[in-house]
């Protein structure tokens, strides 16, 4: 019940193509779902996060959509480029775990030129 | 600078040795994290800590130790139980930001077994 599945677990992606990764999470008690980027050798940061409460958020070229009916999760890349190319995670915590992260098992994302 | 430091950046373990692994933030923040991650199984949490002197095991505690005597520092020992040590090390802290508690994640210490 605790764990966030993620997928797929790697991804090419043209430059200026759309990359999209999908979580799913059993737990209806988390609500706080935030998504991190990992440069190779460097540790995760956070890139955006959203709440239950809304369906969408958006962040520059960065976009979480949010099924909380489905238990689903996804992040939107639009307008990839080479720079994104990294690992990124969705994770999920709930308040009575105090500030505990559930990460995904990451999706590895290379854009090429 | 505000950050979390990791040393070393890069750390060899004999059979039978303790290592520690050291964690400093200027954050001022309350909590702290290590977690380990391997190759296709994202992080996971091996102990944190939310207030000075008080910590909590994670989901894999075993074979690690750490101490919060301070709230800067959040030290981790990889003891000589723990039988497949080899991953990368990261500790983190957070704060409570405007939906939710933010991890902020060091760049991480990579432990290898000779």
């Known amino acids: 019940q605790q764990q966030v599945k993620q997928s797929p677990q790697s991804l090419i992606v043209q430059k200026g193509g759309i990359s999209i990764i999908n979580c799913a999470y059993e737990?209806?008690?988390?609500?706080?779902f935030p998504w991190y980027q990992q440069f190779p050798g460097k540790g995760p940061a956070l890139l955006i996060a959203?709440?239950?409460?809304?369906s969408e958020k958006k962040e520059g070229r960065f976009t979480i959509s949010f099924n909380k009916s489905a238990k689903q999760f996804s992040l939107h890349i639009m307008d990839s480029q080479p720079g994104d190319s990294a690992t990124y995670f969705c994770?999920?915590?709930?308040?009575?775990?105090?500030?505990?992260?559930?990460f995904g098992e990451g999706t590895q994302l290379t854009v090429n030129p | 600078d505000g950050g979390i430091t990791q040393s070393p950046k890069y750390l060899f373990r004999k059979e039978g040795q303790n290592v520690t692994l050291s964690c400093e933030q200027n954050?001022?923040?309350?909590?702290m994290y290590w977690y380990r991650q391997d190759p296709g199984q994202g992080l996971r949490l091996i102990y944190y800590?939310?207030?000075?002197?008080?910590?909590q095991k994670g989901d894999i505690a075993e074979g690690y130790s750490v101490s919060r005597e301070k709230k800067e520092s959040f030290p981790l020992t990889v003891t000589s139980a723990q039988k497949n040590p080899t991953a990368f090390y990261l500790c983190?802290?957070?704060?409570?930001?405007?939906?939710?508690?933010?991890?902020?994640f060091g760049p991480g210490t990579r432990l290898l077994v000779l």
């Open positions: 954050l001022n923040h309350d909590a």
């Open positions: 737990n209806t008690a988390f609500d706080y």
């Open positions: 800590s939310q207030i000075v002197n008080d910590f």
């Open positions: 983190a802290s957070s704060h409570p930001s405007g939906i939710g508690e933010t991890q902020y």
């Open positions: 994770a999920a915590s709930m308040k009575t775990s105090g500030s505990r992260l559930t």
């Open positions: 959203i709440r239950p409460d809304v």
